[in-house]
């Protein structure tokens, strides 16, 4: 099938390179001139385990081309996958106006029938607002051109987007029309061999269903974070607590760590993002306000804690912190736990030593040069000369620690795990002042009750 993605982000990129890989002819669009000149060259401007020889095999047989010429673009798919960023606006609700540029994009351009496809993260009605707007371009160039919308929002995780995209638990598709059904089957075919993962559905509820899975996702994340503050307050062991209820096949062991607040492109806006939804029909989603606000105060733990063990002596100290990206296996730094820190540090007059496997540049480019920004080569030099260590996010080459050896490296010795990845009572042994979520030593001044 002829497709065309716009967008050449983490979703349009996965999904443009993932369908050249099953035969598709793709094109890929951006706005974004130096993106496409680097894709052109081979060059993959994102971390994505497995993507970069995916995209240069496709790229190699031609199936999968990079263009910023929009009109070549809408000209050559008769799929039209819109997969562009929806970032918060001011008051959280999703920012539409590059969906909508796209849409106007393919109003403009368009010869012939299209299925246009939200799989960007799109607010319930959004549908009805691209067909308005194709409508309304149309109208303009006075052209009759038949076509569709429908929804297929994405579900993929960073860091294991591949995987998911090819072999995901569902493909939810919202659509009324019987054409539409057909063409995405037939570019899904390839996917839904080993078992029907197709899902039919309207548009809005295939809108919501989105929203639905990371409110769910950023609930459980929110919850585990409440009682594991509990937990230390009350002298319980959260990881006991975790074992405990996961067990429980009605709760089950998935997406239950208790850690350092979730961040990423998706949780954060998504979650606002559905409660302005619901305030804008009269709703107060309470409980989504209260995995939101959850998940700020947690985000600010691992300062609370770091100043609490240095006894609030900030100023002058140089800080390690082991991890920047908000979950491992990517290099994406947005509303990642690790800013809400180093810029708590930065406003301390703290000087950051920090390492991370993929995200240092995202971050050299987010917060640029600055004296008090020293990223460092690996996990060893980041501890070097430091005065304590914070550990932000659980890439596996963090997973392991001599608790002798640090101690001999930190001059105070803190420890502030923000991902649980250490036993307590092995690190108080060897005389480490370990933090952790949920378990070991607590902020609270008041006795366990
Ligand atoms: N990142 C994820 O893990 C994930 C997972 C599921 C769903 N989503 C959703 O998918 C959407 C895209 O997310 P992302 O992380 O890939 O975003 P991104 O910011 O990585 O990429 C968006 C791309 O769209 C391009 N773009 C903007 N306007 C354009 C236009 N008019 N024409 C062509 N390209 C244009 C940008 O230049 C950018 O390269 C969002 O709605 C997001 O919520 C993201």
Known sequence: MKITVFGTGYVGLVTGTCLADVGHDVVCVDIDRNKIERLVQGDIPIYEPGLESMVLRNVEARRLRFTTDAGMAVEHGVLQFIAVGTPPDEDGSADLQYVLAVASTIGQYMNGYKVVIDKSTVPVGTADKVRDRIESVLA???????????????????????????????????????????????????????????????VRAAELTKYAANAMLATKISFMNEIANLAERL?????????????????????????????????????????????????????LKAVEAVNKRQKSTLFEKLSHALNGELEGKTIAV?????????????????????????????TVQAYDPEAMKECRRIYGERDDLILVA????????????VICTEWKEFRTLDAEWIRGQLSTPVVIDGRNLFDPQTMALAGVDYYAVGRGKTLSTSAPV
């Open 378 to 389: 690996d996990r060893i030099q980041a501890v070097k000369k430091a005065d304590a260590l």
């Open 140 to 202: 303009e160039r006075v052209a009759d051109v038949p076509f569709d919308v429908c929804s297929n929002p994405e579900f993929l995780k960073e860091g294991s987007a591949l995987e998911d995209f090819t072999r995901g638990a569902r493909i939810v598709v919202g659509t009324d029309s019987d054409r539409v059904s057909d063409l995405m089957r037939e570019c899904y075919a390839p996917y839904n061999r080993n078992r029907e993962k197709l899902m039919f559905m309207s």
């Open 235 to 287: 002298g319980a062991d959260i990881e006991d607590v975790r074992r405990g209820i996961g067990s429980d096949p009605r709760i089950g062991y998935h997406f239950i760590y208790p850690g350092c607040g979730y961040g990423g492109s998706c949780f954060p806006k998504d979650v606002q993002a559905l409660a302005r939804t619901a305030s804008k029909v009269g709703y107060e989603a309470e409980l």
């Open 322 to 350: 082991w991890g920047l990206s908000f979950k491992p296996e990517t290099d994406d730094m947005r509303d990642a736990p690790s800013r809400t820190l180093m810029e708590a540090l930065w406003a301390h007059g703290v």
